[in-house]
T-cell receptor, first 115, second 115 residues
Framework: GAGVSQSPSNKVTEKGKDVELRCDPI?????LYWYRQSLGQGLEFLIY????????KSGLPSDRFSAERTGGSVSTLTIQRTQQEDSAVYLC?????????????FGSGTRLTVV | AQTVTQSQPEMSVQEAETVTLSCTYD???????LFWYKQPPSRQMILVIR??????QNATENRFSVNFQKAAKSFSLKISDSQLGDAAMYFC????????????FGTGTSLTVIP
């Protein structure tokens, strides 16, 4: 596609339920990133994929969070047993990962509300 | 550790006037890149401008320019001839190839443009 696509755009879930957030990167972009943006906060790094592997999972806040990427393309971020503090906008970005000066292309995010 | 600080949570500017958004960063690396991203209400992060640390010349993109002071670790964004469409959250970001591909973001500055 022309840009990074994220779905759903908005998600309301009950506390304790599991949710899956999807990211479709730009075709050919080998690097994919997930960030979390809480209200009034900057972007908090969660996880980074190069191809299908995740060399950096250091930002995942707890073992309730996991992510996978298949076929070097679509990625899914899963949050199990959601808590109210998980409410945030989850942003995905992709890049070529090449060259020294690349920037990210971001999606429009998924706004997750845990009630 | 890499940190990015934006000390102005909110700024406002009259339409057609000039405004400067501040950003400082902390790093021990010599090879790095700096970015300004804009986030309108649509939530999508849009790259505004980027600067390579090894370049002394300040980057410019139309009405947007930076004042990069490497010794002071300062990277401010100047918006000239402000337009209503410039109203958004602005995030300063840092990346170094020496610690993987993670971007570090500041907490953002909310810019209001007054007609």
């Amino acid at each position: 596609g022309a840009g990074v696509s994220q779905s759903p755009s908005n998600k309301v879930t009950e506390k304790g339920k599991d949710v899956e957030l999807r990211c479709d990167p730009i075709s050919g972009h080998t690097a994919l990133y997930w960030y979390r943006q809480s209200l009034g906060q900057g972007l908090e790094f969660l996880i980074y994929f190069q191809g299908n592997s995740a060399p950096d999972k250091s930002g995942l806040p707890s073992d309730r969070f996991s992510a996978e990427r298949t076929g070097g393309s679509v990625s899914t971020l899963t949050i199990q047993r959601t808590q109210q503090e998980d409410s945030a906008v989850y942003l995905c970005a992709s890049s070529t990962g090449q060259g020294r000066n690349y920037g990210y292309t971001f999606g429009s995010g998924t706004r997750l509300t845990v009630v | 550790a890499q940190t990015v600080t934006q000390s102005q949570p909110e700024m406002s500017v009259q339409e057609a006037e000039t405004v400067t958004l501040s950003c400082t960063y902390d790093t021990s690396e010599s090879d790095y890149y700096l970015f300004w991203y804009k986030q309108p209400p649509s939530r999508q992060m849009i790259l505004v401008i980027r600067q390579e640390a090894y370049k002394q010349q300040n980057a410019t993109e139309n009405r947007f320019s930076v004042n990069f002071q490497k010794a002071a670790k300062s990277f401010s964004l100047k918006i000239s001839d402000s337009q209503l469409g410039d109203a958004a959250m602005y995030f300063c970001a840092y990346r170094t190839p020496n610690t993987g591909n993670q971007f570090y973001f500041g907490t953002g500055t909310s810019l209001t443009v007054i007609p």
